[in-house]
C-alpha cells in the first residue's frame, strides 16, 4: 500500500471497508480495502521519479489507538526505516508525523496497518503533506495535550498474554507469581481509568512510581513494555492484601489464604 502526497493534492483519507485493520487481517492491503478521494486513487500506483526526496508527513488516526501500546509500536517502526518526527494522542484517537527519503516514507505507510500491537484497531486514518523541519532528528513520544473534548475509543481489559504468563510461571522471572503482571499487550485498561486519554497519571497506577528495573523497559523500545502504563512488579507495583478477622496477609500468603476462604 503506497500513498504518495504530492502537490497535486493535500490530504489523503483511508477508511477500512470493514471498519477495521487488525493484526489477525496480516496481509498486503489491496487498494479496495479503503476508500479514497478521487484524486488519491489515481496516484497510488504512480512512483516518483526521484526516491530520495525528502518529505514531511502528519498522520491522523481514530479507532482503539489509546493504551494499547500504539504510540511505542509507531516509533519503533519509524526508527526502523530511519524517519524522524514523534508521535502522541490527541482529542480524536492519536497522530504521528514522519520526516526522511520518500521512499522510506512509502515503507513506514505501507507496514503500519499491518504489523500492529494485538489490542490495536484503526478505523481510519488520513494523510497530510507537511512542510519539512530544518531542526527535525530522531522520532520521539511526546506528551498528550487535548483542545477539544476526546472522542477517542476507550481500550478494554484483556487478559494475560502468553508472555506475562510464561514471566508468571518462571521461578526465576523478577514477576515470578506477581498477580498485578502486565505489558503493552495485555492486562486493565478501562477498569483503572479515571480520565482520558489513556496515559499512566490518568490512571490508578499513578500512586505507584516506577523503580529503577520498571523505568528501564518503560524507556527501552527494544522491551515489550516499551511505554507500557500499566507497567509495574512487586517492588513498586500494587500488592495483594488480604484483610480479616485476624489480622492482615500480603503476597502469596494471602492468594492462598483467599482460595481456602473461597
Known sequence: LSLPVGPEFA?????????????????????????FQPQSRS???????????RVRRRLSFTGTVQGVGFRPYVATLARSFGLSGSVGNDF?????EVEGEQISVDKFLEQLPLRLPPLAQITRMSVDEQELESNSDGFEIVDSVFERPIQSSIPVDARICKACLSELRDSKNRRYRYPFITCADCGPRYTILSSVPFDRENTTMREFQMCRECTAEYEDPADRRFHAQTISCSICGPRLELRGPVGTTTGSDALEQGINIL
Do not use: F, K, M
Not at 489523503?12 to 485493520?21: A, K, P, W
Not at 497510488?44 to 530520495?52: E, F, H, P
Open 11 to 35: 490530504r489523503t483519507e483511508l477508511q477500512s471497508s470493514t471498519s477495521l485493520i487488525h493484526p489477525s487481517q496480516r496481509r498486503q492491503l489491496a487498494v479496495d480495502d479503503y476508500e
Open 43 to 53: 496516484l497510488l500506483n504512480s512512483a516518483y521519479a526521484n526516491s530520495s526526496l
Open 92 to 96: 480524536s484517537g492519536a497522530w504521528c
